[in-house]
């Protein structure tokens, strides 16, 4: 006890003996285009716990190991009284590492004897603190966005969305946990829309913080392209304010990132946009993982973002986003050979079917029709409306050694397959519907092979591919080749 009032004291001396905030941080793209933010989440510090020395140590550890650009700390952070003297310890972290940081209000920061606008205020003038008590006018405390500057310029390039996720409702009949409100969601509407005027009508590449993840989270449970741990129930809020849907709508924001469910770290996509849990941080909250930080990592001019769990035991779990891969699908999948030869004439060739046909595989032990070439995958030429089908054939060119998405969407049923091996099984009768695949694919020209059959009313084919480096576009007719 003796240690660790000692090593409290030291921390409180060195917290209130720094200066005050000169000027104002500027967040900015480093040289190589490179954005990094450690999110840590759920310190739930006890001032006067021993575990305060582990949990200093843990965030010390990746802070020089990650070395970002900001730290966000996304609520739940200090628990206990004395909050005052906590929070200035924590703030003393960030001030002797020279890493701006900014923090989210969680559900039990204000019950240790200060107010969410206490803590701003306590915040404010604090080194290296970056983040922002938000507009008086709306509901909570630290609705805030950063800009991200470009690397040599005064440009802004990337946002960071900051919300208070507020703690209960007023009647429990409304659930547990509270909902960002409308306001909230307006102002952040508001927000988009004005960055995405400045910047000629195109979204920048944002991202969003806050403390209770939304229920949109149980969307993604159980989906290939979900990665991490889920070890309980997401404790979103019962009322579903819509803050999603703005963030679908506006098109500015890739991932969304939360804390508060201790055990779970998870990753997953849901209509393009990440949901993401940290990473516990506190060794005094409860839970199973080791304690740790979420690393995000942006590029400059890209709507994409590598991510990863970082701990003192190492990295582990990276993502890539947009395409929902992972490190695990790099090394863990067989790479198929480029083919010989190289194609010069654009196009693709098919095989037309006419029947009343259940199934691709049905359909291709049929009479072909008609065969020939065309200049896309396309089934606008067909003949009739109802009860015919196609088996196109292409090669495309993939220009470097990686995992591979590919999808279809069809009304009625649709395969694709990469030189021989079926990658999207989207077959069947029935309503439009999406499916995907992934596989590993060495540079160079590989045969893609779709199947596609329509039943009665209504047809659609799209056809579609994603990467690491790729954002999701469909197969233009540009990218296809017959040999």
């Known amino acids: 006890m003796r240690k660790l009032f000692f090593f409290l004291v030291l921390l409180c001396v060195y917290a209130w003996a720094l200066p005050a905030k000169e000027s104002a941080v500027t967040l900015r793209f480093d040289e190589a285009g490179r954005f990094r933010i450690a999110q ?10 021993p575990n305060c020395a582990t949990t200093v140590a843990t965030i010390k550890h990746i802070l020089d190991t990650e070395k970002p650009h900001l730290a966000i700390l996304t609520g739940d952070v200090v628990t206990d009284a004395p909050a005052r003297e906590a929070w200035q310890a924590i703030a003393a972290i960030f001030a002797e590492t020279k890493i701006p940081f900014a923090v989210t209000m969680g559900n039990h920061d204000a019950e240790a004897g200060i107010s969410r606008k206490e803590i701003f205020a306590l915040l404010k003038d604090r080194p290296y603190f970056v983040g922002e008590e938000g507009p008086a006018d709306i509901y909570g405390t630290g609705n805030y966005v950063l800009p991200v500057m470009r690397a040599q310029s005064a440009d802004v390039a990337a946002l960071l969305y900051c919300f208070d996720s507020n703690d209960y409702p007023a009647q429990t009949k409304y659930g547990h946990y509270d909902w960002i409100r409308f306001d909230q969601i307006e102002w952040y509407r508001k927000m988009s829309r004005r960055y995405t005027q400045g910047n000629g009508g195109v979204p920048l590449p944002a991202l969003s913080f806050f403390h209770i993840p939304l229920p949109e989270y149980d969307h993604v449970e159980g ?11 997401n404790a979103s809020p019962k009322i579903n304010s819509g803050l999603f849907a703005s963030l679908v709508e506006m098109g500015d924001v890739m991932g969304v990132f939360a804390g508060h469910d201790h055990d779970n770290d998870f990753i997953g996509i849901e209509y393009d946009i990440a949901l993401a849990f ?3 941080t506190g060794t005094d909250a409860y839970g199973k993982l080791e304690r740790g930080a979420r690393i995000i990592e942006l590029y400059q001019d890209k709507f ?5 769990i970082r701990t003192p035991s190492g990295k582990e779990q990276l993502y890539y986003f947009p395409s929902g891969l992972s490190a695990a699908d ?15 004439k654009q196009g693709v060739s098919y095989i037309y079917y006419e029947g009343d046909f259940q199934s691709t595989r049905q359909m291709t032990q049929s009479e072909p029709a008609g065969k020939g070439t065309m200049p896309a995958l396309s089934i606008r030429e067909a003949p009739r409306e109802d009860h015919f089908g196609y088996e196109f054939r292409t090669w495309i060119n993939i220009p470097e050694r990686g995992v591979y998405r590919f999808y279809t969407f069809s009304d009625d049923g649709s395969r694709l397959l990469i030189d021989g091996h079926e990658v999207v099984d989207n077959d069947g ?5 999406r499916k995907d695949g992934k596989i590993a694919l060495e540079a160079g020209w590989h045969e893609l092979k779709v199947l596609y059959f329509e039943s009665y009313m209504g047809q659609v084919l799209e056809v579609g591919f994603s990467s690491k480096e790729i954002r999701e576009t469909t197969l233009s007719e540009n990218m296809l080749f017959v040999p």
Not at 225 to 233: A, C, D, P, R, V
């Open 40 to 49: 840590f989440t759920d310190l739930h510090w006890s001032h006067r716990s």
């Open 223 to 233: 989906r290939h392209t979900t990665l991490g741990t889920k070890g309980e129930g």
């Open 278 to 280: 940290g990473r516990v």
């Open 304 to 308: 994409r973002f590598d991510t990863w």
């Open 330 to 344: 790099e090394t863990g999948m067989q790479y198929l050979p480029a083919l010989e030869g190289a194609p010069s």
């Open 429 to 433: 009768s029935g309503s439009p519907r």
